[in-house]
Protein backbone atom coordinates (compact mmCIF):
# COMPACT_ATOMS: atom_id res chain seq x y z
CA UNK A 1 0.00 0.00 0.00
CA UNK A 2 0.78 3.41 -0.55
CA UNK A 3 2.12 5.43 2.47
CA UNK A 4 0.09 8.11 3.63
CA UNK A 5 2.46 11.42 3.13
CA UNK A 6 2.26 14.20 6.18
CA UNK A 7 3.35 17.96 5.38
CA UNK A 8 4.56 20.01 8.62
CA UNK A 9 5.13 23.57 8.78
CA UNK A 10 7.21 24.75 11.29
CA UNK A 11 6.09 27.08 14.30
CA UNK A 12 7.41 30.03 12.31
CA UNK A 13 4.91 29.38 9.70
CA UNK A 14 2.17 29.43 12.19
CA UNK A 15 -0.04 32.50 10.68
CA UNK A 16 0.72 36.36 12.22
CA UNK A 17 -2.95 37.81 11.36
CA UNK A 18 -6.58 36.25 11.25
CA UNK A 19 -8.38 37.07 7.99
CA UNK A 20 -11.59 38.98 8.02
CA UNK A 21 -13.71 37.80 5.16
CA UNK A 22 -16.18 40.73 5.45
CA UNK A 23 -13.58 42.91 4.01
CA UNK A 24 -13.97 41.13 1.07
CA UNK A 25 -17.72 41.55 0.40
CA UNK A 26 -19.39 44.81 -0.30
CA UNK A 27 -22.23 44.59 1.75
CA UNK A 28 -23.51 43.02 5.16
CA UNK A 29 -26.35 43.22 6.23
CA UNK A 30 -26.22 44.82 9.88
CA UNK A 31 -27.01 43.33 13.20
CA UNK A 32 -30.29 44.53 14.87
CA UNK A 33 -30.84 44.87 18.31
CA UNK A 34 -32.98 42.63 19.98
CA UNK A 35 -35.02 45.37 22.02
CA UNK A 36 -35.50 48.65 19.65
CA UNK A 37 -34.66 46.77 15.44
CA UNK A 38 -31.91 49.39 15.63
CA UNK A 39 -28.38 48.82 13.69
CA UNK A 40 -26.06 47.55 16.75
CA UNK A 41 -23.15 49.85 16.40
CA UNK A 42 -19.80 49.50 18.17
CA UNK A 43 -21.06 50.83 21.80
CA UNK A 44 -23.90 47.93 21.80
CA UNK A 45 -22.16 45.19 21.21
CA UNK A 46 -19.90 46.47 23.92
CA UNK A 47 -22.37 45.72 26.49
CA UNK A 48 -21.84 42.06 25.50
CA UNK A 49 -18.18 41.11 24.78
CA UNK A 50 -14.88 42.49 25.08
CA UNK A 51 -13.63 45.74 23.32
CA UNK A 52 -11.11 43.61 21.47
CA UNK A 53 -14.02 41.38 19.71
CA UNK A 54 -16.17 43.93 19.29
CA UNK A 55 -14.29 45.82 17.39
CA UNK A 56 -13.03 42.84 15.31
CA UNK A 57 -17.00 41.62 14.80
CA UNK A 58 -17.94 45.14 13.38
CA UNK A 59 -14.42 45.91 11.46
CA UNK A 60 -14.04 45.75 7.44
CA UNK A 61 -10.26 45.68 7.87
CA UNK A 62 -8.96 42.84 5.81
CA UNK A 63 -6.49 41.25 8.57
CA UNK A 64 -6.46 41.18 12.27
CA UNK A 65 -2.98 40.90 14.37
CA UNK A 66 -2.91 37.40 16.57
CA UNK A 67 -1.57 38.84 20.29
CA UNK A 68 1.67 37.34 20.88
CA UNK A 69 0.35 35.80 24.08
CA UNK A 70 -2.08 33.68 22.11
CA UNK A 71 0.11 32.86 18.77
CA UNK A 72 2.45 31.83 21.75
CA UNK A 73 -0.27 29.26 22.94
CA UNK A 74 -0.90 28.12 19.76
CA UNK A 75 2.38 26.98 19.33
CA UNK A 76 1.32 23.76 21.94
CA UNK A 77 -0.21 22.15 18.51
CA UNK A 78 0.12 24.33 15.69
CA UNK A 79 0.75 24.71 12.50
CA UNK A 80 -1.65 20.82 12.25
CA UNK A 81 -0.70 18.73 10.25
CA UNK A 82 -2.13 18.02 6.72
CA UNK A 83 -1.64 14.99 5.64
CA UNK A 84 -2.52 13.25 1.77
CA UNK A 85 -4.58 10.21 2.18
CA UNK A 86 -3.21 7.49 -0.29
CA UNK A 87 -4.42 4.94 1.53
CA UNK A 88 -8.30 6.03 1.41
CA UNK A 89 -7.32 6.99 -2.26
CA UNK A 90 -6.30 3.74 -2.67
CA UNK A 91 -9.04 1.81 -1.38
CA UNK A 92 -11.24 3.80 -3.33
CA UNK A 93 -9.44 3.08 -6.86
CA UNK A 94 -9.61 6.98 -7.58
CA UNK A 95 -7.32 8.85 -9.65
CA UNK A 96 -8.09 11.89 -6.99
CA UNK A 97 -5.59 13.74 -4.99
CA UNK A 98 -6.97 13.48 -1.54
CA UNK A 99 -5.69 15.98 1.26
CA UNK A 100 -6.97 16.42 4.58
CA UNK A 101 -6.17 19.38 7.47
CA UNK A 102 -5.94 17.60 10.34
CA UNK A 103 -7.21 19.84 13.60
CA UNK A 104 -7.51 16.76 16.17
CA UNK A 105 -4.29 17.30 17.78
CA UNK A 106 -4.91 20.55 19.39
CA UNK A 107 -5.49 19.51 23.55
CA UNK A 108 -9.07 18.99 23.54
CA UNK A 109 -9.12 17.23 20.50
CA UNK A 110 -10.82 20.05 17.91
CA UNK A 111 -9.94 23.08 16.31
CA UNK A 112 -12.18 25.04 18.59
CA UNK A 113 -9.51 26.23 21.34
CA UNK A 114 -8.02 28.71 17.80
CA UNK A 115 -10.92 30.65 19.13
CA UNK A 116 -11.40 29.57 22.69
CA UNK A 117 -7.76 31.37 23.40
CA UNK A 118 -8.48 34.07 21.64
CA UNK A 119 -12.13 35.00 23.39
CA UNK A 120 -10.28 33.91 26.84
CA UNK A 121 -7.47 36.40 26.14
CA UNK A 122 -9.78 39.37 25.47
CA UNK A 123 -12.08 38.41 28.36
CA UNK A 124 -9.09 38.14 30.53
CA UNK A 125 -8.32 41.42 29.21
CA UNK A 126 -11.75 43.22 30.40
CA UNK A 127 -11.32 42.13 33.61
CA UNK A 128 -14.14 38.92 33.25
CA UNK A 129 -13.59 36.49 35.95
CA UNK A 130 -16.12 33.72 34.65
CA UNK A 131 -15.83 32.14 31.30
CA UNK A 132 -19.36 30.80 30.47
CA UNK A 133 -20.42 29.16 27.70
CA UNK A 134 -22.96 26.80 26.06
CA UNK A 135 -22.13 23.36 24.11
CA UNK A 136 -23.67 20.78 22.25
CA UNK A 137 -21.36 17.71 21.62
CA UNK A 138 -18.98 19.25 24.32
CA UNK A 139 -15.81 20.13 22.41
CA UNK A 140 -17.00 23.73 22.49
CA UNK A 141 -17.29 23.29 26.31
CA UNK A 142 -14.20 21.72 26.74
CA UNK A 143 -12.59 24.02 24.60
CA UNK A 144 -13.25 26.81 26.89
CA UNK A 145 -12.48 24.52 30.37
CA UNK A 146 -8.98 24.24 28.75
CA UNK A 147 -8.69 27.97 27.30
CA UNK A 148 -10.16 29.66 30.89
CA UNK A 149 -7.09 28.86 33.52
CA UNK A 150 -4.89 29.57 30.84
CA UNK A 151 -5.54 32.98 31.72
CA UNK A 152 -6.22 32.47 35.38
CA UNK A 153 -10.02 32.12 34.53
CA UNK A 154 -12.89 29.79 35.37
CA UNK A 155 -15.26 28.07 33.65
CA UNK A 156 -19.09 27.03 33.75
CA UNK A 157 -20.61 25.30 31.05
CA UNK A 158 -24.51 24.67 30.14
CA UNK A 159 -24.36 21.38 27.40
CA UNK A 160 -27.27 20.50 26.12
CA UNK A 161 -28.96 17.02 27.74
CA UNK A 162 -28.89 14.87 24.85
CA UNK A 163 -25.09 15.01 24.15
CA UNK A 164 -24.78 15.05 28.17
CA UNK A 165 -26.12 11.79 28.52
CA UNK A 166 -24.61 10.57 25.21
CA UNK A 167 -20.93 11.64 25.56
CA UNK A 168 -20.53 11.39 29.75
CA UNK A 169 -16.82 11.79 28.65
CA UNK A 170 -16.73 15.46 27.53
CA UNK A 171 -18.73 16.32 30.66
CA UNK A 172 -15.45 14.44 32.48
CA UNK A 173 -12.95 16.05 30.32
CA UNK A 174 -14.27 19.36 31.55
CA UNK A 175 -14.53 18.63 35.22
CA UNK A 176 -10.67 17.49 34.78
CA UNK A 177 -9.88 20.84 33.65
CA UNK A 178 -11.73 21.89 36.90
CA UNK A 179 -14.66 23.65 34.96
CA UNK A 180 -18.57 23.14 36.18
CA UNK A 181 -20.74 21.74 33.79
CA UNK A 182 -24.80 21.71 33.65
CA UNK A 183 -27.03 19.33 31.70
CA UNK A 184 -30.02 22.22 29.66
CA UNK A 185 -32.13 22.97 30.24
CA UNK A 186 -31.88 23.46 34.14
CA UNK A 187 -33.79 24.41 36.39
CA UNK A 188 -31.57 27.60 37.30
CA UNK A 189 -32.59 29.85 34.48
CA UNK A 190 -36.06 31.52 33.33
CA UNK A 191 -34.89 29.96 29.52
CA UNK A 192 -34.50 26.54 30.85
CA UNK A 193 -37.75 26.47 32.96
CA UNK A 194 -39.87 28.21 30.08
CA UNK A 195 -38.56 24.73 27.72
CA UNK A 196 -39.03 22.21 30.66
CA UNK A 197 -42.48 23.30 31.08
CA UNK A 198 -43.10 22.94 27.24
CA UNK A 199 -41.25 19.53 26.95
CA UNK A 200 -40.59 17.64 30.75
CA UNK A 201 -38.48 15.40 28.98
CA UNK A 202 -36.97 18.26 26.74
CA UNK A 203 -33.69 16.56 24.56
CA UNK A 204 -32.45 20.53 25.03
CA UNK A 205 -31.05 22.71 22.17
CA UNK A 206 -28.28 24.72 21.41
CA UNK A 207 -30.64 27.82 21.25
CA UNK A 208 -32.06 26.99 24.64
CA UNK A 209 -28.53 26.19 25.97
CA UNK A 210 -27.22 29.34 24.89
CA UNK A 211 -30.49 31.39 26.56
CA UNK A 212 -29.40 29.72 29.69
CA UNK A 213 -25.98 30.73 29.37
CA UNK A 214 -27.12 34.64 28.38
CA UNK A 215 -29.02 34.91 31.12
CA UNK A 216 -26.56 33.92 33.46
CA UNK A 217 -23.53 35.79 31.90
CA UNK A 218 -25.64 39.06 31.69
CA UNK A 219 -26.54 38.94 35.19
CA UNK A 220 -22.97 39.43 36.43
CA UNK A 221 -19.88 41.59 35.18
CA UNK A 222 -17.46 39.64 36.09
CA UNK A 223 -19.13 36.91 33.93
CA UNK A 224 -17.89 36.77 30.19
CA UNK A 225 -20.29 35.00 27.48
CA UNK A 226 -17.94 33.07 24.94
CA UNK A 227 -19.48 31.90 21.78
CA UNK A 228 -18.76 28.74 20.09
CA UNK A 229 -19.03 30.15 16.61
CA UNK A 230 -20.87 31.56 13.83
CA UNK A 231 -19.90 35.01 14.54
CA UNK A 232 -17.36 37.13 12.02
CA UNK A 233 -14.85 37.72 14.22
CA UNK A 234 -14.85 33.66 15.01
CA UNK A 235 -14.14 32.31 11.42
CA UNK A 236 -11.74 35.12 11.65
CA UNK A 237 -9.80 33.23 14.24
CA UNK A 238 -10.12 30.08 12.55
CA UNK A 239 -8.78 30.84 9.21
CA UNK A 240 -5.23 30.05 11.06
CA UNK A 241 -6.55 26.23 9.45
CA UNK A 242 -6.96 27.39 5.72
CA UNK A 243 -3.61 29.69 6.00
CA UNK A 244 -1.37 26.97 6.93
CA UNK A 245 -3.58 24.55 4.55
CA UNK A 246 -2.43 26.96 1.50
CA UNK A 247 0.97 26.68 2.84
CA UNK A 248 0.79 22.80 3.10
CA UNK A 249 -0.63 22.42 -0.22
CA UNK A 250 2.36 24.02 -1.85
CA UNK A 251 4.40 22.05 -0.14
CA UNK A 252 3.01 19.01 -1.86
CA UNK A 253 3.03 21.35 -4.81
CA UNK A 254 -0.45 20.90 -5.89
CA UNK A 255 -3.87 22.79 -5.22
CA UNK A 256 -7.36 21.97 -4.31
CA UNK A 257 -9.97 21.83 -6.86
CA UNK A 258 -12.59 20.93 -4.44
CA UNK A 259 -12.44 21.95 -0.78
CA UNK A 260 -14.88 20.62 1.68
CA UNK A 261 -16.00 21.54 5.18
CA UNK A 262 -18.73 20.15 8.15
CA UNK A 263 -21.79 23.02 9.05
CA UNK A 264 -22.67 23.28 12.41
CA UNK A 265 -22.28 27.19 13.35
CA UNK A 266 -19.80 27.54 10.34
CA UNK A 267 -16.85 28.14 11.87
CA UNK A 268 -14.33 25.53 10.61
CA UNK A 269 -15.55 25.70 7.21
CA UNK A 270 -15.15 29.73 7.26
CA UNK A 271 -11.61 28.91 8.82
CA UNK A 272 -10.66 26.41 5.91
CA UNK A 273 -12.44 27.45 2.85
CA UNK A 274 -11.52 31.65 3.16
CA UNK A 275 -8.51 31.92 2.47
CA UNK A 276 -8.63 29.87 -0.54
CA UNK A 277 -11.87 32.21 -1.41
CA UNK A 278 -9.42 35.64 -0.77
CA UNK A 279 -7.10 34.07 -3.52
CA UNK A 280 -9.54 33.11 -5.90
CA UNK A 281 -10.70 37.12 -5.14
CA UNK A 282 -7.16 37.97 -6.19
CA UNK A 283 -7.13 36.33 -9.32
CA UNK A 284 -6.04 33.10 -7.99
CA UNK A 285 -7.41 29.55 -9.03
CA UNK A 286 -10.78 28.68 -9.02
CA UNK A 287 -12.30 26.28 -5.98
CA UNK A 288 -15.39 24.76 -5.69
CA UNK A 289 -16.02 25.34 -2.14
CA UNK A 290 -18.45 22.52 -0.42
CA UNK A 291 -20.49 23.19 2.98
CA UNK A 292 -21.92 19.28 4.28
CA UNK A 293 -24.52 19.59 6.72
CA UNK A 294 -26.92 16.66 8.36
CA UNK A 295 -30.09 16.22 6.66
CA UNK A 296 -31.42 16.28 10.57
CA UNK A 297 -30.44 19.85 10.64
CA UNK A 298 -30.23 21.57 7.37
CA UNK A 299 -29.78 25.02 7.88
CA UNK A 300 -28.29 25.98 4.49
CA UNK A 301 -30.19 23.40 1.95
CA UNK A 302 -33.47 23.85 3.42
CA UNK A 303 -33.85 27.03 5.92
CA UNK A 304 -34.49 30.55 4.97
CA UNK A 305 -32.26 33.32 4.91
CA UNK A 306 -34.08 36.01 7.42
CA UNK A 307 -33.50 37.80 10.08
CA UNK A 308 -33.33 35.52 13.17
CA UNK A 309 -31.68 35.45 16.96
CA UNK A 310 -29.49 32.49 17.38
CA UNK A 311 -30.91 31.75 21.15
CA UNK A 312 -34.51 30.76 22.05
CA UNK A 313 -35.56 33.56 24.46
CA UNK A 314 -34.62 36.26 21.91
CA UNK A 315 -31.83 37.55 23.55
CA UNK A 316 -29.21 37.82 21.12
CA UNK A 317 -28.88 40.42 18.38
CA UNK A 318 -31.12 39.78 14.85
CA UNK A 319 -28.83 38.98 12.54
CA UNK A 320 -29.39 37.92 8.44
CA UNK A 321 -28.21 34.22 7.59
CA UNK A 322 -29.59 31.27 6.69
CA UNK A 323 -31.77 30.09 9.72
CA UNK A 324 -34.33 26.84 10.37
CA UNK A 325 -35.85 29.43 12.90
CA UNK A 326 -34.57 29.91 16.67
CA UNK A 327 -37.30 27.14 18.43
CA UNK A 328 -36.43 24.65 15.92
CA UNK A 329 -35.13 21.84 17.72
CA UNK A 330 -33.58 18.90 15.28
CA UNK A 331 -33.65 15.24 16.18
CA UNK A 332 -30.87 13.79 18.43
CA UNK A 333 -28.61 13.60 16.05
CA UNK A 334 -25.13 12.06 17.00
CA UNK A 335 -23.08 15.09 14.93
CA UNK A 336 -24.20 17.25 18.02
CA UNK A 337 -21.77 19.84 16.80
CA UNK A 338 -23.68 19.87 13.94
CA UNK A 339 -27.13 20.98 15.55
CA UNK A 340 -27.46 24.60 15.06
CA UNK A 341 -30.56 26.48 13.48
CA UNK A 342 -28.25 29.11 12.23
CA UNK A 343 -25.38 29.48 10.28
CA UNK A 344 -22.40 32.15 10.32
CA UNK A 345 -23.81 35.21 8.28
CA UNK A 346 -20.22 35.19 5.91
CA UNK A 347 -20.96 31.26 5.19
CA UNK A 348 -24.41 31.85 4.65
CA UNK A 349 -23.38 34.88 2.43
CA UNK A 350 -20.67 33.09 0.68
CA UNK A 351 -23.83 30.06 -0.37
CA UNK A 352 -26.26 33.20 -1.03
CA UNK A 353 -23.67 34.50 -3.72
CA UNK A 354 -22.91 31.70 -5.05
CA UNK A 355 -19.42 31.45 -3.84
CA UNK A 356 -19.78 27.95 -1.88
CA UNK A 357 -21.89 24.84 -2.76
CA UNK A 358 -23.71 23.52 0.12
CA UNK A 359 -25.45 19.70 0.42
CA UNK A 360 -26.98 17.55 3.07
CA UNK A 361 -26.10 14.11 4.01
CA UNK A 362 -27.68 11.52 6.46
CA UNK A 363 -25.84 9.95 9.29
CA UNK A 364 -25.52 6.70 8.09
CA UNK A 365 -23.98 7.51 4.91
CA UNK A 366 -21.61 9.78 6.73
CA UNK A 367 -20.57 7.17 9.70
CA UNK A 368 -20.08 4.70 6.85
CA UNK A 369 -17.44 6.53 4.93
CA UNK A 370 -16.16 7.56 8.48
CA UNK A 371 -15.03 3.92 8.97
CA UNK A 372 -13.52 3.51 5.82
CA UNK A 373 -11.37 6.58 6.79
CA UNK A 374 -10.26 4.94 10.28
CA UNK A 375 -9.94 1.96 8.64
CA UNK A 376 -7.29 3.32 5.66
CA UNK A 377 -5.58 6.92 7.72
CA UNK A 378 -6.08 5.32 11.40
CA UNK A 379 -7.17 8.39 12.62
CA UNK A 380 -11.30 7.78 14.05
CA UNK A 381 -13.04 10.95 12.87
CA UNK A 382 -15.60 13.14 15.18
CA UNK A 383 -18.89 12.37 13.95
CA UNK A 384 -19.45 15.76 12.34
CA UNK A 385 -16.15 15.29 10.43
CA UNK A 386 -17.78 12.62 8.70
CA UNK A 387 -19.80 14.41 7.09
CA UNK A 388 -17.05 16.29 5.21
CA UNK A 389 -15.30 12.97 4.80
CA UNK A 390 -18.80 11.60 2.85
CA UNK A 391 -18.78 13.78 0.42
CA UNK A 392 -14.82 13.81 -0.35
CA UNK A 393 -15.72 9.84 -1.26
CA UNK A 394 -17.84 10.80 -2.80
CA UNK A 395 -15.84 13.34 -5.28
CA UNK A 396 -13.38 10.62 -5.40
CA UNK A 397 -15.74 8.36 -6.44
CA UNK A 398 -16.62 10.67 -9.18
CA UNK A 399 -13.16 10.67 -10.17
CA UNK A 400 -12.77 7.41 -10.99
CA UNK A 401 -15.79 7.33 -12.84
CA UNK A 402 -14.96 10.17 -15.43
CA UNK A 403 -11.05 9.64 -14.52
CA UNK A 404 -10.26 13.18 -13.99
CA UNK A 405 -7.56 13.51 -11.42
CA UNK A 406 -8.60 16.37 -8.96
CA UNK A 407 -7.71 17.55 -5.66
CA UNK A 408 -10.02 17.46 -3.32
CA UNK A 409 -8.60 18.80 0.27
CA UNK A 410 -11.50 18.32 3.31
CA UNK A 411 -11.03 19.39 6.67
CA UNK A 412 -10.98 17.08 9.43
CA UNK A 413 -12.28 18.92 12.52
CA UNK A 414 -11.41 16.49 15.39
CA UNK A 415 -10.87 12.77 16.29
CA UNK A 416 -14.13 10.81 17.71
CA UNK A 417 -12.12 9.44 20.68
CA UNK A 418 -14.90 10.60 22.78
CA UNK A 419 -17.73 9.74 20.46
CA UNK A 420 -17.55 6.17 20.51
CA UNK A 421 -20.77 5.58 21.95
CA UNK A 422 -22.09 6.88 18.41
CA UNK A 423 -19.54 4.28 16.72
CA UNK A 424 -21.29 1.46 18.67
CA UNK A 425 -24.39 2.49 17.97
CA UNK A 426 -24.10 2.69 14.00
CA UNK A 427 -22.06 -0.70 14.35
CA UNK A 428 -25.07 -2.12 16.33
CA UNK A 429 -27.49 -0.67 13.38
CA UNK A 430 -29.26 1.13 15.81
CA UNK A 431 -28.58 4.26 13.98
CA UNK A 432 -31.36 5.92 13.57
CA UNK A 433 -31.51 7.97 9.79
CA UNK A 434 -32.79 11.16 10.43
CA UNK A 435 -34.00 13.38 7.90
CA UNK A 436 -36.58 15.90 9.50
CA UNK A 437 -40.35 15.98 9.33
CA UNK A 438 -42.31 19.20 7.95
CA UNK A 439 -44.12 19.29 10.85
CA UNK A 440 -40.78 20.10 13.33
CA UNK A 441 -39.83 22.30 10.46
CA UNK A 442 -42.83 24.69 9.90
CA UNK A 443 -42.76 24.77 13.95
CA UNK A 444 -38.77 26.71 13.19
CA UNK A 445 -39.80 28.56 10.48
CA UNK A 446 -42.79 30.29 12.68
CA UNK A 447 -40.38 31.31 15.33
CA UNK A 448 -38.59 33.83 12.48
CA UNK A 449 -39.72 37.37 13.26
CA UNK A 450 -41.66 39.01 10.35
CA UNK A 451 -40.00 42.55 10.55
CA UNK A 452 -41.76 43.61 8.32
CA UNK A 453 -44.59 44.46 11.09
CA UNK A 454 -42.27 46.17 13.36
C1 LIG B 1 -17.99 22.16 16.80
C2 LIG B 1 -17.51 21.19 15.83
C3 LIG B 1 -17.91 21.24 14.49
C4 LIG B 1 -18.92 22.22 13.94
O1 LIG B 1 -18.75 23.57 14.26
P1 LIG B 1 -18.63 24.70 13.17
O2 LIG B 1 -18.76 25.98 13.87
O3 LIG B 1 -19.69 24.48 12.14
O4 LIG B 1 -17.31 24.56 12.56
C5 LIG B 1 -17.36 20.32 13.63
N1 LIG B 1 -16.50 19.37 14.04
C6 LIG B 1 -16.10 19.29 15.32
C7 LIG B 1 -15.14 18.22 15.71
C8 LIG B 1 -16.59 20.20 16.25
O5 LIG B 1 -16.17 20.13 17.51
Known amino acids: MSDQIKYVLSEDDIP ?38 AEQELSTEPEFEIPETVRQLYRQWRPTPLFRARRLEQTLGTPARIYFKYEGTAPTGSFKPNTAIAQAYYNK ?31 RVFMVRVSYEQKPYRRLLMETYG ?12 AGRAALEERPDHPGSLAIAKAEALQVAYADPDYGYTRGSALNSICAHQTVIGQEAIAQMALAEDYPDIVIGCAGGGSNLAGLTFPFLREQLRGGKRVRTIAVEPTACPTLTRGRIAYDHSDSARMTSLVRMHTLGHKFVPPPVHAGGLRAHNIAPLVSRAVEDGMMEAVARPQVACFEAGVMFARTEGILPAPESTHAICVAVEEARRCAQDGESRAILFGLTGHGNFDLSAYEAYFAGRLPDDAVDDEALAFGFDSIPDLSAA
Open 16 to 53: RTWYNFAADLPFMAPMLSPVTGEPVGLDGLRLSMPDGL
Open 125 to 155: LAGKRVLIAETGAGQWGSAIAFAAPLFGLSA
Open 179 to 190: AECLPSPTTTTE
